[in-house]
């Protein structure tokens, strides 16, 4: 199956501060890399993605950026609040095996 | 509008039973998905609907799971003879695309615990 690798595992920012999650692929077979926050109890929500056509998307303060050489795709988040305070996922879709694999989650704390 | 739902939210069963847990997916969505989300872990991919294609089983742990959905809407999950390395989260999603790179929509997920 496909190895995605997600780093950090947890994230602990000051209020205010940028936070970078990034996940690793082995497979170049994918043009989807989404990322997803989970809040407690409930399902994850998609909070941005990106297709291979482009290297860095933006919403407000959050952006995506990929970079297929290399074989990775980050979230930044700017400007930190408490709200963003959740577990967030990269998911990945492509492979040989066309395995659907979401990465094991960074569980960020945004501390005010 | 109405977003994806799952019922039971919570289950509680004994060891050896079995147990069915429903997907109401948004109306339209032609893809579907299963995962199971094991406590502080990730999503463990389980199985994956689309239209009326042959479901992608691929992910299912062992053949105590299977997974049906009628008429292209609602789907069941089964699990039979439950084991406690069975209880998790499992949380169904849906999609409107065709083929898996498109925005998963889940649901809130059932929370099962075997005893």
Same mark, same amino acid.
């Given at each position: 199956?496909?190895?995605?690798?997600?780093?950090?595992?947890?994230?602990?920012?000051?209020?205010?501060?940028?936070?970078?999650?990034?996940?690793?692929?082995?497979?170049s077979?994918s043009?989807?890399?989404?990322?997803?926050?989970?809040?407690?109890?409930?399902?994850?929500?998609?909070?941005?993605?990106?297709?291979? =056509?482009?290297?860095?998307?933006?919403?407000?303060?959050?952006?995506?950026?990929? =970079?297929?050489?290399?074989?990775?795709?980050?979230?930044?988040?700017?400007?930190t609040?408490?709200?963003?305070?959740?577990?967030?996922?990269?998911?990945?879709?492509?492979g040989? =095996?066309?395995?659907?694999?979401?990465?094991?989650?960074?569980?960020?704390?945004? =501390?005010? | 509008?109405?977003?994806?739902?799952?019922?039971?939210?919570?289950?509680?069963?004994?060891? *050896?039973?079995?147990?069915?847990?429903?997907?109401?997916?948004?109306?339209?969505?032609?893809?579907?998905y299963?995962?199971?989300?094991s406590?502080?872990?990730?999503?463990?991919?389980?199985?994956?609907?689309? *239209?009326?294609?042959?479901?992608?089983?691929?992910?299912?742990p062992?053949?105590r799971?299977?997974?049906?959905?009628?008429?292209?809407?609602?789907?069941?999950?089964?699990?039979?003879?439950?084991?406690?390395?069975?209880?998790?989260?499992?949380?169904c999603?849906?999609?409107?695309?065709? *083929?898996?790179?498109?925005?998963?929509?889940? *649901?809130?997920?059932?929370?099962?615990?075997?005893?």
């Open positions: 199956g496909e190895n995605v690798e997600q780093h950090p595992s947890t994230l602990s920012v000051q209020e205010g501060d940028s936070a970078v999650i990034k996940c690793t692929y082995s497979d077979a043009n989807y890399f989404p990322w997803y926050k989970q809040e407690l109890g409930k399902g994850p929500q998609l909070i941005i993605d990106i297709r291979s =056509n482009v290297g860095e998307k933006k919403d407000q303060r959050i952006a995506v950026t990929l =970079n297929k050489t290399a074989k990775h795709f980050s979230l930044h988040i700017t400007e609040q408490p709200e963003d305070s959740a577990v967030y996922f990269c998911f990945f879709s492509g040989s =095996n066309y395995k659907l694999t979401f990465g094991k989650g960074t569980l960020l704390t945004v =501390n005010p | 509008g109405a977003g994806v739902s799952q019922s039971p939210s919570n289950k509680v069963t004994e060891k *050896g039973k079995d147990v069915e847990l429903r997907c109401d997916p948004i109306s339209g969505h032609t893809a579907l299963w995962y199971r989300q406590l502080g872990q990730g999503l463990e991919f389980l199985i994956y609907f689309q *239209g009326n294609s042959a479901p992608d089983k691929s992910g299912l062992s053949d799971f299977s997974a049906e959905r009628t008429g292209g809407s609602v789907s069941t999950l089964t699990i039979q003879r439950t084991q406690q390395e069975d209880s998790a989260v499992y949380l999603a849906s999609s409107s695309g065709q *083929g898996s790179s498109y925005e998963q929509y889940f *649901g809130p997920g059932t929370r099962l615990t075997v005893t």
